[in-house]
Structures are given as structure tokens and as C-alpha cells.
């Protein structure tokens, strides 16, 4: 069989903050690679550079060691980048804060507003057009931050925690609502979380990074072994969920115990 197609390279991925009171190394020799269309989640402890790796590669950050590669350089991704806070602006309405980043790019054609009112009917936030953000629920505030940033057509999807405000039965809602969404778009995506089920249960592979400075530590497929894909609740109720979730919680423990 051909080898399959990388959609994006980390090597040798190094990073350090610098400060007047020294240095603090934050990620070290990080290496892996995505497929296109792929759902990988990042689990690791608080503070050992799951952000830090985000931003370098959103180009938030500059790289100071190590490289991210495309190898489709002829057709460079577009990113969409979706944080902890939804950030919409509380004075224009859900769907002027959905056009947001087609304004600011000068992107506002007759079809790109097209396709935005078609993902509104879709992902059922249509009806709150014409709300303001204060006006909406944690979950359809996220949801519409979520077609903002899809209103871009990116290919590539970049989610910080973007669930972790919300409360338990929200998070399991809306976690379950985007991940259906990320597969329906084909977008390859790379997750930020503390929570080990939600990565289990949306995630293709799980990489694992150790206390800080952040190494990985594995990276784990996850296979329910069905013909297809159990949603996020069917795959928490699944046999294999509990074998995934003792195995990461088992390199993490090691982890902290070597501390």
C-alpha cells in the first residue's frame, strides 16, 4: 500500500519564554505528523504547552526550534482558530458577529453570505439571527463562534478548549454538536482538552504530552472497531472506551509520579 498522505509535519518542535527572572522551558523536541481530515486531541497536565503548541502552530508564536511542515506547499491551509472564549462582540447581533472575519478578509460576496445562512439553518442557529450574544446559552454562543470561524472556509482547525466553560451537560451537548460538524466539513482538526472522555470520544488519535516541559509521551489511535464511527455519546457507553481512558490515565499518572 502507498504511504498515506501527511496533511501537516511537526518536527523537532522546541520552545522557551524568556522573562526578566529567566527562562521557562515550555515544550521540547515535539514530533508528530496529521493526516488530512483527521481529529486529533492533545491531552497532557496543566502547564506542559498544549497552548504554547497550538500558537506555534497558528503562527501566534515564532518558532525557535524545530519545524512545521505542509507538504502540500502549492495549496498552503487556510486556519480557523477557536478558543476557550467565544469572543463574540456583545453589541452586534449573532449573525453581523458570524460575518466578522468575512469583513475584516473583505470576503462579504454574495456567496460566502450564502453559505453562512446556509450553516445557520443547518447547525440550528438560524432563528437567533438577530439576537445579541448576551440573549444566547454558553452552547449557542459557542456554536455560532464555531460558524464564524467556518464562515472562513478553513482546512485546518485549531480548538483551544473551547468547551471548558460550559457546564457538564452543555459541554456534552455542544462537544458532541462541533465534532459532528468538524466531520461533516472534512476538516482536519487538532483539539486542546483536560477532559480524557471528550478527547476518546471525538478524536481519532490522542497525543499525549508529559509534565512540562511538554514531551509526548504517546500517541494513541482510537478504533471503536465499528463499520462506522459511534458518535460521542454512543463511543462513552462503548466496551473499548474504558480500555482508552485507563491507558491514558495511566501514562499521565506515571507521569506525575516521576515528578
Not at 472564549?85 to 470576503?107: A, V
Request: net charge negative; hydrophobic share 40%.
Amino acid at each position: 500500500m502507498p504511504p498515506e498522505k501527511v496533511f501537516l509535519s511537526v518536527r523537532d518542535l522546541s520552545h522557551v519564554y524568556h522573562s526578566k527572572t529567566g527562562e521557562t522551558p515550555a515544550l521540547t523536541h515535539i514530533c508528530f505528523d496529521l493526516l488530512p481530515g483527521e481529529f486529533t486531541a492533545i491531552v497532557g497536565p496543566s502547564g506542559c504547552g498544549k497552548s504554547t503548541l497550538l500558537d506555534l502552530i497558528a503562527g501566534l508564536i515564532p518558532l525557535q526550534q524545530g519545524e512545521i511542515i505542509y507538504p502540500d506547499t502549492a495549496h498552503p491551509p487556510v486556519i480557523g482558530y477557536m478558543l476557550q472564549k467565544d469572543h463574540l462582540l456583545e453589541y452586534r447581533t449573532i449573525y453581523k458577529n458570524i460575518l466578522l472575519g468575512l469583513e475584516i478578509q473583505q470576503q462579504c460576496t454574495e456567496k460566502n453570505i450564502a453559505y453562512v445562512l446556509s450553516l445557520m439553518e443547518q447547525y440550528d442557529i438560524a432563528d437567533f439571527a438577530g439576537a445579541y450574544p448576551g440573549e444566547l446559552s454558553g452552547g449557542m454562543r459557542q456554536r455560532a463562534a464555531l460558524i464564524r470561524t467556518l464562515a472562513t472556509h478553513p482546512d485546518f482547525l485549531l480548538l483551544d478548549e473551547p468547551f471548558s466553560a460550559l457546564d457538564y451537560q452543555t459541554r456534552l451537548d455542544v462537544s458532541s454538536d462541533i465534532g459532528k460538524i468538524i466531520r461533516e466539513q472534512g476538516l482536519t482538526a487538532l483539539l486542546v482538552t483536560h477532559d480524557l472522555s471528550e478527547a476518546i470520544s471525538i478524536a481519532d488519535r490522542i497525543i499525549v504530552l508529559g509534565k512540562r516541559p511538554g514531551s509526548i509521551r504517546s500517541i494513541i489511535p482510537v478504533d471503536f472497531q465499528e463499520k462506522v464511527r459511534p458518535s460521542p455519546e454512543e463511543a462513552r457507553l462503548h466496551p473499548a472506551f474504558q480500555k482508552y481512558f485507563d491507558q491514558i490515565w495511566k501514562e499521565l499518572k506515571n507521569d506525575v509520579a516521576t515528578t
